[in-house]
């Protein structure tokens, strides 16, 4: 049956870029369902490699949000064995050019995984992208999202600072943060970086296609001021077993932040982590966060609690 299966789906497949390592016929259950349930997907396999261990599609994605400290969960998340995480951010169900090479392209970009470890990727512009929810839901309606939120103010002057920061890299000019954010004595409505903040209407989009219960929020202030409490409430959200344990965090004084210990080995996130943020003026800082305090209300009204957000 395996073989046949194998026969099909190499007949249907256009030629496209494929794993370096040989193509074989061992799925475990969730790929053959996957398989079944493609549709107008076209399917590559992974490959094989040792003891069950292959290519596999996420069970778990980090789906945002934009500088909400998604790179600091999924660096902390891989602390746990059984978690295997793509490196870089896959960008497959909101970039038009990925999401057309079909899920076989997606696998591809898999890390290798063992029969118990989890895969997972993380892409924080699918939160935003309304054409995002139904494509997972496609892929696997059972798949488990992290969504790590933080005070929506804060979420927009570290976007703006990013943005910033790239401008500068490249030696191209940018605005300064209140031409974008201000028109006259009203918040400007059409700037991104408010838009992203607005948690509650990109959430909605979400739970048309998945229940609540499927859905982990990450409190990403508290992760940053301690992150161990934080990362004990996603592993029993993934079921995995406890072992990211508090020795695994060490708070870096030069830095300012939470650093890693893992296998007797420190490390910390990119020195991009962390960047400071723009200087704004007091009132127009008021403003920002009056602008969202009833956007607030509605997504802790949505999610059922509440976080500690000016």
């Not at 040989?22 to 094989?48: C, H, I, M, Y």
């Amino acid at each position: 049956m395996a073989m046949l299966l194998l026969g099909l789906v190499l007949l249907v497949a256009q030629p496209r870029l494929l794993p370096s390592h040989p193509v074989t016929s061992r799925l475990d259950p969730g790929q053959q369902k996957l398989l079944r349930k493609a549709g107008s997907f076209q399917e590559d396999l992974g490959a094989v490699v040792t003891n069950g261990s292959t290519q596999r599609l996420p069970q778990t994605i980090i789906i945002g949000v934009r500088k909400g400290g998604t790179r600091a969960l999924l660096e902390m998340l891989s602390l746990h064995p059984d978690v295997a995480a793509a490196e870089n951010e896959v960008h497959f169900f909101d970039w038009e050019e990925h999401y057309r090479q079909g899920l076989g392209w997606y696998l591809s970009q898999m890390p290798v995984s063992s029969p118990h470890q989890l895969t997972v990727e993380k892409t924080p512009a699918y939160f935003t992208s309304p054409q995002v929810p139904e494509r997972v839901y496609r892929m696997n309606p059972a798949v488990r999202l992290l969504l790590i939120v933080r005070d929506p103010s804060e979420r927009v002057l570290s976007d703006y600072a990013q943005v910033l920061h790239n401008h500068v890299q490249k030696r191209k000019p940018f605005p300064p943060i209140e031409a974008l954010l201000a028109r006259g004595s009203r918040l400007n409505p059409d700037y991104k970086a408010l838009n992203r903040s607005l948690y509650h209407a990109h959430l909605r989009a979400w739970l048309r296609f998945f229940p609540l219960r499927s859905i982990h929020l990450v409190d990403g202030d508290r992760l940053i001021r301690d992150p161990f409490p934080e990362m004990q409430k996603v592993e029993r959200f993934l079921q995995l077993a406890p072992q990211i344990n508090a020795s695994n965090f060490y708070f870096n004084k030069t830095k300012g932040f939470y650093c890693l210990r893992d296998s007797g080995r420190d490390r910390c996130l990119h020195e991009s982590k962390g960047r400071a943020h723009p200087r704004l003026d007091p009132e127009l800082l008021r403003r920002l966060r009056e602008y969202f305090h009833e956007p607030n209300k509605k997504f802790f009204k949505l999610v059922g609690r509440t976080f500690d957000w000016h």
